[in-house]
């Protein structure tokens, strides 16, 4: 990224909390602006205003199509977006029994909200000659692994999110937008209390995605900010 002569944008889903909040303000240490963004409009402010005075606070709710298109009016052109807000509502079901209701809750946010985001905000990278995209996935989502069945609709929206991840990569090739996806690993969040890493580590290996060179790795799944099979 040439951040010597261009300040870039970026922007940052479910950035209130957990590795979305630790995401935002590494890439404000590392020089970019950067918009914060969180269902609750106070918390997206209120984290605004703890990374600093030049950090946006903006309401999005990923899954609220009005919600999306308000907040791209508001902030306008970004160079980069991390597709970070995710929920997980069925662990410990199965996929024979899990609540379809709890599955459609899931693609919702997880899947849906990312795909709503990225068609609102990528175009204007298309159209600015480059651009980076961030989802932020899972191993329970890998077909290396076999996904994890004991979060059934977690694990299909992630993998969802990957099919879109390669998709979009591919169609965009050679427009200067780069679109991937980062596994975290187990972070300590509220979604994995106690999990072994920590946020402000992982948000090292999402930042790194936002922060590729041009000619980077499109269209791949990194992990510990390497490619990683699918
Ligand atoms: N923790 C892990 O071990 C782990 C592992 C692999 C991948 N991930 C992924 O990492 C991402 C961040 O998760 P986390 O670990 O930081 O969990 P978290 O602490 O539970 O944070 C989830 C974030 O997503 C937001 N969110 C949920 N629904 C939303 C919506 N409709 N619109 C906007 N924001 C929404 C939440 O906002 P509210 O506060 O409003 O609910 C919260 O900010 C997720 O995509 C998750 O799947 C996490």
């Known amino acids: 990224m040439s951040r010597q002569t261009v300040t870039r944008t970026v922007l ?13 303000a590494r890439l404000r240490a590392e020089g970019l602006r950067v918009v ?8 997206a402010r209120a984290v605004a205003a703890e990374l600093g005075p ?9 899954a609220d199509r009005d919600s999306v298109l308000r907040a791209r009016d508001v902030v306008g052109h970004v160079d980069a977006v991390v597709n970070n807000a995710g929920v997980l509502v069925d662990a410990g079901s199965d996929p024979l029994s899990v609540s379809l209701d709890a599955v459609r809750e ?15 905000f990528v175009p204007g990278m ?13 191993g329970t989502g890998t077909f290396t692994n076999g996904l994890f069945p004991r ?3 977690y694990s299909v929206s992630k993998a969802a999110l990957n099919g879109l991840t390669v998709m979009l990569a591919a169609q965009l090739a050679g427009t200067g937008v780069l679109v991937n996806a980062v596994n975290p690993g187990r ?3 509220r979604m994995m209390p106690d999990a072994p890493r920590s946020a402000a580590e992982a948000a090292g290996d999402v930042a790194a995605a ?20 699918w």
């Open 12 to 24: 940052v889903t479910g950035a209130n909390r957990g590795l979305g909040r630790a995401v935002s």
């Open 36 to 43: 914060v963004t969180a269902r609750d409009s106070d918390q």
């Open 54 to 62: 030049d950090v946006v606070g903006l309401p999005l709710d990923v």
């Open 106 to 120: 899931t693609l919702a946010v997880n899947l849906l909200g990312s795909w709503q985001v990225t068609q609102a």
């Open 126 to 138: 298309v159209a600015a000659g480059w651009g980076r995209v961030v989802m932020v996935t899972s």
């Open 151 to 153: 979060t059934p609709g």
């Open 187 to 189: 972070v300590r969040t």
């Open 210 to 229: 936002v922060l590729l060179p041009d000619g980077g790795p499109n269209g791949v799944l990194l992990r510990h900010q390497r490619p990683s099979a």
